[in-house]
């Protein structure tokens, strides 16, 4: 479905959809597949699935995060934990952010002034049931 403004936007998730009961993902360009930064980056040098790469990515990651990413959270146990925080620091990631707010998907989309190849933004929602 294609929504031309804000005010359309707007109606269509308040009046049509109960939007609590979904996960909301957005994308600054309508082309790009639903996957994570990393698997995107791998791509465009052939090195999809390359577990050495992925490895040497984080530990690179970890190394360079020494002493600058402050006491919380206190631990970081696992390498999703890792990721995690890389996610928020501009990493790319296997992660895959959803928010359940249509409205912040919708500022992900439009956040960046870069233009999209097709010229058109994407907000996915994803229904939960209980």
Do not use: C
């Amino acid at each position: 479905m294609k929504l031309k403004t804000w005010l359309i936007f707007f109606s269509f998730i308040n009046d049509y959809l109960k939007y609590r009961n979904f996960v909301w993902r957005g994308q600054g360009d309508s082309s790009w597949n639903l996957e994570p930064t990393l698997d995107r980056e791998l791509r465009k040098i052939d090195r999809i699935d390359d577990t050495k790469t992925i490895n040497a990515h984080l530990k690179r990651f970890k190394y360079a995060i020494r002493g600058r990413r402050g006491l919380n959270p206190k631990e970081l146990e696992t390498d999703n934990d890792w990721w995690a925080l890389g996610q928020h620091q501009g990493l790319y990631t296997p992660l895959l952010d959803w928010t359940r707010s249509p409205f912040i998907a919708l500022f992900f989309a439009f956040a960046s002034t870069e233009e999209s190849t097709t010229g058109k933004k994407v907000i996915y929602g994803i229904y939960q049931t209980s």
